[in-house]
């Protein structure tokens, strides 16, 4: 893993944010371009009962003790209470800005299960917008780790949701998305945007492959008046795989929307996607195609209230088989797909209040894991994830959140993944916080085809208990 190029990479998108920046700081003083900087410093010591994700049989625990220095830059305001910058916001933002977040951290371990190394996490958003109308953004997050479970960063993404293909062991992995879009708007809700992606994944261990995802996302949406509008989307997806076949992905979704009022639409949706794989003698991959017809509706309770949902069916179709033979003509694999379907459904619920934040989501279907650790590829998939965040003081917040997945892949791996977390951030003073956090996360495979032990059940079944105590000090 070249972490010298990553970090070259990351360098230049940081020079390319800090030029889009740059009206904002043309005229400003000194004492004012100093204020957009924020250092601050953290120290994290967790205990970690299980920290490779092992079965009980195998698994050791650890302390990890966890420091590091990060800089912010922002052009966005801070907060009056905290004095701290306020997020990007797609409901209220300024003509350009540029939001940076980066935290490089040394990791270390009490009982050498792993070798010491150094972290990173960074997190940029940067736009500019012409006459109103045209917008240009660039999102970027590097991250650098060893933590099994990988936080999912994509727009659809609920809070606390995690990628499917978490590795098991602490090998370190990088992770750089890069997301350039361009969005034109020429009338009341008349959007049309262009969206771009770049998904590098690399892992040092021989036991996960390395993958490279890029795809461009062209979306229309057109109200033909007040009540009545339509959207259209393509997306088109390329991945390069390090031994599994290189796979592309075409996507065609059409949604007809009406609208009551500006609060109460309903919709009607067809999507078909077709995957392809490249074809290769020792590692072969069926192409298939899927369909999914859809209804759904978004209902706003009141401006702090909202609720979504969707419902539909989709059909997998695998339209071909493999058969391989040797030069004498006997067959030595045989390789037929078996069509999949089942009901779709996404129910999310928002609320935002003076003191509370809650997020509840209820999804099923299906899902596709290509460029994880372990490229678990098509599977059936349920999930329910909420969190639910509480400000009990002025200065002392908790969080509870929650999460359940259950994925079936088509070799007959069936995983159950659930975990919950209780956190809490406590700003003693205006610089200074304590944040205490418990979890308790694990995985039980309901039916497998691979190594198992009768006495100890599948080789991928695991529980962790971990405690952190954080402590951040921002200057």
Do not use: C
């Not at 809700?189 to 492959?209: A, C, H, M, Q, T």
């Not at 067809?270 to 290769?280: D, H, N």
């Amino acid at each position: 893993m070249n972490l010298t190029s990553q970090l070259t990479r990351f360098g230049r998108l940081i020079f390319i944010l800090l030029v889009l920046s740059a009206p904002s700081m043309v005229y400003a003083d000194t004492g004012d371009i100093l204020s957009r900087f924020q250092f601050y410093g953290t120290a994290q010591e967790t205990y970690d009962s299980n920290v490779n994700l092992s079965p009980k049989r195998d698994r050791e625990s650890d302390t990890i003790t966890n420091t590091g220095l990060g800089l912010r830059f922002s052009t966005l305001p801070r907060s009056e209470t905290t004095g701290e910058f306020q997020p990007p916001s797609t409901t209220r933002e300024t003509r350009y800005g540029i939001y940076l977040d980066f935290l490089p951290s040394y990791v270390y371990y009490a009982r050498g299960t792993s070798d010491n190394y150094v972290s990173l996490s960074g997190n940029m958003d940067a736009w500019y917008t012409w006459d109103k109308n045209l917008t240009f953004r660039v999102k970027d997050y590097l991250i650098r780790s060893e933590e099994p479970l990988e936080q999912n960063y994509s727009s659809s993404a609920l809070p606390g949701q995690i990628l499917l293909g978490s590795q098991t062991g602490r090998p370190i992995y990088l992770r750089n998305v890069t997301q350039p879009s361009l969005e034109y708007r020429f009338g009341e809700g008349d959007i049309v945007s262009v969206n771009l992606l770049n998904n590098v994944y690399k892992n040092r261990s021989p036991l996960f492959e390395n993958s490279m995802e890029n795809s461009i996302n062209p979306k229309v949406t057109y109200w033909l008046n007040i009540r009545h509008g339509v959207s259209l989307e393509y997306a088109l997806d390329l991945g390069d795989l390090q031994r599994s076949p290189d796979t592309t992905a075409n996507l065609g979704r059409g949604r007809y929307i009406y609208r009551f009022d500006p609060t109460t639409s309903v919709f009607a949706e067809y999507t078909f996607q077709r995957r392809e794989f490249e074809k290769q003698v020792f590692n072969p991959a069926l192409d298939y195609d899927i369909h999914v017809p859809a209804v759904g509706f978004e209902y706003g309770f009141s401006p702090t209230l909202s609720l979504t949902g969707k419902f539909g069916y989709f059909w997998q179709i695998v339209p071909g088989q493999i058969i391989e033979k040797d030069k004498k003509g006997n067959i030595v694999l045989t390789l037929i797909g078996s069509n999949e379907g089942g009901p779709v459904y996404d129910i999310v619920i928002k609320q935002r209040t003076q003191k509370t934040t809650y997020t509840l989501g209820f999804q099923g279907g299906y899902t596709e894991d290509y460029f994880t650790a372990q490229n678990l590829g098509f599977a059936k998939y349920n999930q329910v994830v909420g969190t639910i965040t509480h400000q009990l003081m002025e200065r002392f917040a908790v969080t509870l959140s929650g999460r359940y997945q259950r994925p079936k892949f088509s070799e007959g791996r069936v995983d159950n993944l659930w975990g919950l977390t209780t956190a809490g951030s406590y700003r003693i003073l205006r610089w200074l916080t304590l944040g205490p956090e418990l979890s308790y996360t694990g995985n039980h495979s309901t039916k497998v085809h691979w190594a198992e032990n009768q006495s100890n059940g599948p080789a991928n079944d695991y529980t962790d208990f971990r405690g952190i105590f954080r402590v951040t000090a921002t200057y």
